[in-house]
């Protein structure tokens, strides 16, 4: 019955470079969400006042952390500008 459970989450059977791209596709799918939640002040700044009882000061930079990005964004575009994007998006 377990193992029936599982079956869609064992590495299929394929090798070399596609195994490679496998694990990496793996880890991203796994650390996106993590990395979504980190980015929404909303959510973070609510765990970090009830569980961790940061100071005030702290708990606005927290909850600024999206408009922070949206602010980072115009350099990130900039830094994009006239050059691959692929190799660029990579390196990030």
């Given at each position: 019955?377990?193992?029936?459970?599982?079956?869609?989450?064992?590495?299929?059977h394929i090798?070399?470079?596609?195994?490679?791209?496998?694990?990496?596709?793996?880890?991203?799918?796994?650390?996106?969400?993590?990395?979504?939640?980190?980015?929404?002040?909303?959510?973070?700044?609510?765990?970090?006042?009830?569980?961790?009882?940061?100071?005030?000061?702290?708990?606005?930079?927290?909850?600024?952390?999206?408009?922070?990005?949206?602010?980072a964004?115009?350099?990130?575009?900039?830094?994009?500008?006239?050059?691959?994007?692929?190799?660029?998006?990579?390196?990030?």
């Open positions: 019955m377990l193992t029936r459970l599982l079956e869609p989450f064992r590495r299929p090798g070399g470079v596609a195994l490679d791209s496998f694990r990496r596709e793996r880890f991203y799918e796994l650390s996106f969400p993590i990395a979504g939640a980190m980015m929404e002040g909303g959510f973070i700044g609510v765990i970090a006042d009830k569980i961790y009882h940061v100071h005030p000061s702290m708990l606005a930079v927290i909850a600024a952390a999206p408009m922070f990005a949206n602010i964004s115009f350099l990130w575009a900039r830094l994009a500008q006239a050059r691959p994007k692929v190799p660029f998006l990579i390196g990030l």
